[in-house]
C-alpha cells in the first residue's frame, strides 16, 4: 500500500518531488497511506495536514496550487482505492418503532443526580465572584508588600567599595565568629539557634535542599544582621545586576574604587587650575601668581603619592583582566551598561565584587549567566582569592575545585565539614551510617532495661536492681533518629503516542534576526524520539536561539525546519520561571493553566515534581528559585510531551534536585536536548554533544571533559 501511494504522490506532484529531501517526502507518503487518515471534501483533510509543508518546502507556488494538488491527490487515492470506504447511510421508506414487538413495560423516570450541597442561585453565584476577586486583590496586595519589603532590605545594604587602607577602622579582619543566631523571613523560622565560625582565607560551599534559607542566610550576613560580624567587616553579597546606564562596562568596574576616582578628578581639577594660573602669570607679568602654582604643586605631588600607593594605574589593566575572563572583549568593554542584557549586566557586578576584594565576598549561584569558558576562568580565580567567601552553587565540579570547606544547612542547623563537596558527601554517609548504629543500640539498651523495669517492678525482693535500671535508664541518655531529607523526583510523564519519523529535521535552514547578520547558515540534522543531546557553546553565539527554531517559536529566513503534526514539544527556560504568576500559589497557577482538570490530578503532577504538601500552597513568592523551577518543569510537561527542550535547567536547583533531574530524564521515554555547562548534568543524561560555533552546528566525537580540555588547551 505504501510503495502505490509513493507512485500516487510522486505522479500528482510531478518533477517537483524530485527536489524534495526524501525525509520530507517519506512523510507525506505515510501520513496519506494510513488508514485511518481522512481525506475530506475535495482534499481538505490532506490540505490540513501536508499544506503549509507543500508551500514550505517550494513543492507548489502558494496556498491556492496546494489546495488543487490536494483535491488531485484526494481523487487518485480514490481511484487506487486506497481510501477506505464509510459506511454507507440510507433513509428507511417507512417509520420503524425500536419498541414494536416487545412487552410494554412501564418505565420509571430517572432520578435525577444529587448535587452535593444546596443550588446555587445567581445571587450566590455573585457572591463567590465578588470573593474571589477579593481573594486576589489579598493575594497582590501581600506580594506588593513582599516586592516592597524586598526592595527596603537592598537599599539598606551598606555601599562596599575598594578598601586601600584598614589601618583607619583597626585592624584587618581576620576570622568571624557568629554564635546563636537565628534567622527568619516572613515569620518563619529558617535557621535556629546556630554557631559558625569562618575562618580567614577559607573557601565555603553553603549547599542544602532549595528553600532552606541559603540565600536569606547570605543577605542576613551582607547587612550585618547577624551578632559577631564585625563593623569593619566588608562583606559584599552579589546579588542584584548593575544598573544600566551610559557608563562603559569597564568604567562601572573602575567606579568601585571610589578613592581612585576621586582622587583622578581632584587631579584633573589642579592640572585645570595650575594652567590657568600660568596662563594669567604671563599675560599680567604678576610674580604672586606663580606662588600660587607652588600650593598646587604640593597638593598634586601628595595625590601622586597617594595614587601609586593605591596602585591606581594598574588598576584599569586589572579591570579589563577580569572583565575579559568573563568573556566581555575589548569592544564590549567599551560598550555602555545599558546595551547588555541582564545575564551581562549580572557579569559586570560579578566582575566588580572581584575588583573590590572585599574582606568577606558571598556569592549566589555565580556560574548561572556565565558559559564553560568563563567558568573556568572563574574556577582559576577564585581558587587563589586570598580571602574568604561563601559561595552557593549546584554545580558539583565547580565546588569540588573552588572551596575547601562545606557548610551543610539542614533542619535549621548548619554544619561545617572540611574538604570539597566530594568529601563532604563521603564524611556525611558515613556519619549518618554511625549515628544509625548508634541509635538502634541505644534503643536495644533502653528496650532490654525497660522490659526488666516492667517485669520486676513490683518485685520487692528486686527493688534495688529495678532503681538501679532506672537510674542506669536516665543516664543512658537519647541517641537522636537519623532523619533524611525527603528523596526528590522528577517524574516525566511518558507519552501516550509515537509519532513515526522524522520527529524533527532541518533542510539546509538558514536564520538572522530582521536586521542583523545571518547567525546561521544551511543546519542539517534531525531530533527523534531516542535523540539524548546536549549543545555547547560559548554565550550569545545563538544556542538558545536554535532551540526557538526547533520549537518553532521563530521561523528560519532561508530552508525548512519540518516538525512532525503530532509531536508535542515542552520547552523549559528561564524565562518559563520569570514568568510564573508570583501572587499565586502552585496549584492554583496550575488550575488556571488548564482549567478543568480535577484538582486532584493536578496535585499528582505537581507531585511528581517534589512541590507536594504544603508547599503547593504556599504563595509562589515565597519559594525559592529552584522550587519555582520545579513549577515551571510541571507546568510545561503536563501534556505529555515528546521532544523536551531544556535551556540551563539546572540553574537554581539544589544538587539532589539536579541528581533526580538527571534520574528523570534517563527514565523519560522521549527525546532531550539541552543547552548547559553543567558537566555532572551533561555526563549523566545525555549521550551525544553538539558544538555551536561560526554559524554551525556539529557533533562533537569526545566526553563533555574532553570538549573542557579543549577549550582550556
Not at 450541597?117 to 486576589?136: N, Q, S, V, W
Not at 551598606?158 to 579582619?173: I, K, L, M, W
Not at 551510617?433 to 548508634?438: S, T
Not at 528486686?462 to 537519647?478: F, N, Y
Request: charged content about 25%.
Amino acid at each position: 500500500m505504501t510503495e502505490v501511494a509513493s507512485n500516487v504522490v510522486h505522479d500528482v506532484l510531478g518533477p517537483r518531488a524530485q527536489d524534495l529531501d526524501q525525509p520530507i517526502i517519506d512523510y507525506i507518503v505515510n501520513v496519506l497511506a494510513d488508514e485511518d487518515f481522512d481525506f475530506g471534501f475535495e482534499g481538505e483533510g490532506a490540505f490540513e495536514a501536508i499544506g503549509e509543508l507543500l508551500v514550505d518546502s517550494g513543492c507548489v507556488d502558494d496556498f491556492s496550487e496546494c489546495h488543487s494538488v490536494c483535491g488531485r491527490l484526494s481523487e487518485k487515492f480514490g481511484k487506487h482505492g486506497l481510501i477506505k470506504e464509510k459506511p454507507a447511510v440510507r433513509s428507511l421508506a417507512t417509520p420503524f418503532r425500536m419498541n414494536e414487538g416487545m412487552d410494554e413495560v412501564k418505565t420509571t423516570k430517572k432520578k435525577p443526580e444529587p448535587v452535593d450541597g444546596p443550588l446555587l442561585t445567581e445571587r450566590d453565584k455573585i457572591k463567590l465572584e465578588r470573593r474571589k476577586r477579593k481573594d486576589e486583590r489579598q493575594r497582590e496586595m501581600q506580594y506588593q508588600m513582599h516586592v516592597a519589603e524586598m526592595e527596603a532590605a537592598k537599599a539598606g545594604m551598606p555601599v562596599v567599595s575598594v578598601n586601600h587602607d584598614n589601618s583607619a577602622e583597626g585592624s584587618t579582619v581576620r576570622d568571624i565568629h557568629m554564635e546563636n543566631f537565628n534567622v527568619s523571613v516572613g515569620g518563619r523560622e529558617l535557621i535556629v539557634d546556630c554557631t559558625v565560625t569562618l575562618s580567614f582565607g577559607r573557601h565555603y560551599g553553603l549547599v542544602g535542599r532549595n528553600g532552606t534559607g541559603k540565600t536569606t542566610f547570605l543577605r542576613y550576613m551582607a547587612m550585618h544582621a547577624i551578632e559577631g560580624i564585625p563593623k569593619n567587616c566588608q562583606i559584599l553579597h552579589v546579588e542584584q545586576e548593575v544598573v544600566g546606564d551610559d557608563t562603559s562596562a569597564l568604567q562601572c568596574v573602575l567606579n568601585s574604587d571610589v578613592e581612585r576616582a576621586q582622587l583622578l578628578e581632584e587631579e584633573a581639577r589642579l592640572i585645570k587650575l595650575q594652567r590657568d594660573a600660568e596662563l594669567d602669570a604671563e599675560e599680567k607679568k604678576d610674580p604672586t601668581l606663580v606662588n600660587d602654582n607652588d600650593g598646587i604643586a604640593q597638593k598634586l605631588e601628595a595625590i601622586y603619592k597617594r595614587l601609586e600607593f593605591i596602585d591606581a594605574y594598574s588598576a584599569e589593566a586589572r579591570a579589563a583582566s577580569i572583565l575579559a575572563g568573563l568573556s566581555f572583549t575589548p569592544e564590549m568593554q567599551k560598550k555602555p551598561t545599558r546595551a547588555f542584557s541582564g545575564g551581562w549586566r549580572m557579569r559586570i557586578a560579578l566582575a566588580r565584587a572581584l575588583f573590590i576584594e572585599p574582606d568577606l565576598l558571598l556569592l549566589d549561584e555565580p556560574t548561572n549567566h556565565l558559559d564553560l569558558h568563563a567558568v573556568l576562568w572563574l574556577e582559576a580565580y577564585l581558587t587563589k582569592w586570598p580571602k574568604t567567601f561563601i559561595v552557593v552553587s549546584h554545580a558539583r565540579e565547580f565546588l569540588n575545585t573552588v572551596v575547601t570547606d562545606i557548610l551543610y544547612l539542614q533542619n535549621q542547623k548548619l554544619t561545617a565539614y572540611k574538604g570539597d563537596y566530594d568529601t563532604f558527601e563521603r564524611t556525611r554517609a558515613e556519619h549518618l551510617k554511625n549515628q544509625q548504629k548508634a541509635f538502634e543500640s541505644n534503643e536495644r539498651s533502653r528496650e532490654h532495661m525497660q522490659a526488666f523495669i516492667d517485669k520486676f517492678r513490683y518485685n520487692a525482693k528486686r527493688a534495688s536492681l529495678v532503681q538501679s535500671r532506672i537510674k542506669a535508664l536516665d543516664r543512658l541518655g537519647h541517641v537522636d533518629e537519623v532523619v533524611n531529607d525527603p528523596d526528590y523526583k522528577f517524574d516525566f510523564p511518558t507519552p501516550d503516542d509515537r509519532p513515526g519519523p522524522p520527529i524533527i529535521s532541518f533542510s539546509d535552514a538558514s536564520f538572522g534576526y530582521p536586521g542583523g547578520p545571518i547567525l546561521f547558515r544551511n543546519l542539517n540534522f534531525g531530533i527523534d524520539l531516542d535523540s539524548r543531546v546536549a549543545m555547547v557553546g560559548p554565550n550569545g553565539i545563538g544556542k538558545s536561539t536554535i532551540l526557538k527554531l526547533i520549537s518553532g517559536e521563530l521561523q528560519p529566513t532561508s530552508g525548512t525546519v519540518f516538525r512532525s503534526a503530532k509531536v508535542r514539544i515542552a520547552v523549559f527556560s528561564q524565562h518559563h520561571v520569570d514568568g510564573l504568576d508570583l501572587t499565586s500559589n502552585p496549584l492554583l497557577y496550575m488550575m488556571r493553566c488548564f482549567p478543568g482538570v480535577p484538582e486532584q490530578k493536578l496535585r499528582g503532577h505537581l507531585g511528581s515534581f517534589g512541590v507536594t504538601g504544603n508547599l503547593a500552597l504556599q504563595p509562589m513568592y515565597t519559594l525559592s528559585g529552584g522550587q519555582k523551577s520545579r513549577v515551571a518543569f510541571a507546568k510545561i510537561t503536563f501534556k505529555k510531551p515528546h521532544i523536551i527542550l531544556l535551556d540551563e535547567p539546572s540553574n537554581h536547583l539544589d544538587l539532589d534536585a539536579v541528581e533526580a533531574l538527571i534520574q528523570g530524564l534517563v527514565i523519560f521515554q522521549g527525546g532531550v536536548l539541552m543547552v548547559s555547562h553543567d558537566e555532572h548534568l551533561i555526563s549523566g543524561s545525555v549521550d551525544q554533544l553538539w558544538a555551536v560555533s561560526e554559524g554551525r552546528v556539529t557533533p562533537f566525537s569526545g566526553t563533555f571533559q574532553d570538549y573542557k580540555k579543549k577549550l582550556q588547551s
